[in-house]
T-cell receptor, first 114, second 114 residues
Framework: NAGVTQTPKFQVLKTGQSMTLQCAQD?????MSWYRQDPGMGLRLIHY???????DQGEVPNGYNVSRSTTEDFPLRLLSAAPSQTSVYFC?????????????FGDGTRLSIL | AQKITQTQPGMFVQEKEAVTLDCTYD???????LFWYKQPSSGEMIFLIY??????QNATEGRYSLNFQKARKSANLVISASQLGDSAMYFC???????????FGAGTRLTVKP
């Protein structure tokens, strides 16, 4: 049982480059989300989705795009990378509409923008 | 406004002793869930324990228990009989009502001394 799978695990980009962080889950979870983790700030929500075709912004959405074409996949796109986007990125998923559901996390992607 | 506050950036505990990690939260929704996650140095996010706002008893999971004081809006994590493997970052998080967003505190780094 794979759970939540993120790729790549590490990536170095130059300022202005674009890339997509991949996230896939095999638990049939409706809710998926992307967080960034920065020292001293915990995890901050970037974007989330409550089902295929539905996405919405979180706390820090600027500079990132998402799409949800299937229940399983929720990629995060950086269109023009900036040094401020250097961070560790986590994808998470859970069942929908119930505050007692924990989120299941991928192992993270460590992204450095030079 | 900060929804989850963890006031202890770092904590030290002697092996085999108990330790309490503090978490206070802010919400006006009567229905919410509180979660604790562990993040070891390897980076993954591990779900530890859950407390629902309507739960009458404090949650327990093995050596982990949650000291839930609803009137004070606090949900402190208690780790009994600390082990060296408990050294990690610990995050408190909350989900409110029918909403799916999970808000995280800044985390507490726990170091267990031999």
């Amino acid at each position: 049982n794979a759970g939540v799978t993120q790729t790549p695990k590490f990536q170095v980009l130059k300022t202005g480059q674009s890339m997509t962080l991949q996230c896939a889950q095999d638990m049939n979870h409706e809710y998926m989300s992307w967080y960034r983790q920065d020292p001293g700030m915990g995890l901050r929500l970037i974007h989330y989705s409550v089902g295929a075709g539905i996405t919405d912004q979180g706390e820090v959405p600027n500079g990132y795009n998402v799409s949800r074409s299937t229940t399983e996949d929720f990629p995060l796109r950086l269109l023009s990378a900036a040094p401020s986007q250097t961070s560790v990125y986590f994808c998470a998923s859970s069942y929908l509409q119930n505050s007692n559901q924990p989120q299941h996390f991928g192992d993270g992607t460590r992204l450095s923008i030079l | 406004a900060q929804k989850i506050t963890q006031t202890q950036p770092g904590m030290f505990v002697q092996e085999k002793e108990a330790v309490t990690l503090d978490c206070t939260y802010d919400t006006s929704d009567p229905s919410y869930g509180l979660f604790w996650y562990k993040q070891p140095s390897s980076g993954e996010m591990i779900f530890l324990i859950y407390q629902g706002s309507y739960d009458q008893q404090n949650a327990t999971e093995g050596r982990y228990s949650l000291n839930f004081q609803k009137a004070r809006k606090s949900a402190n994590l208690v780790i009994s009989a600390s082990q060296l493997g408990d050294s990690a970052m610990y995050f408190c998080a909350m989900r409110e009502g029918e909403g799916n967003d999970m808000r995280f505190g800044a985390g507490t780094r726990l170091t267990v001394k031999p």
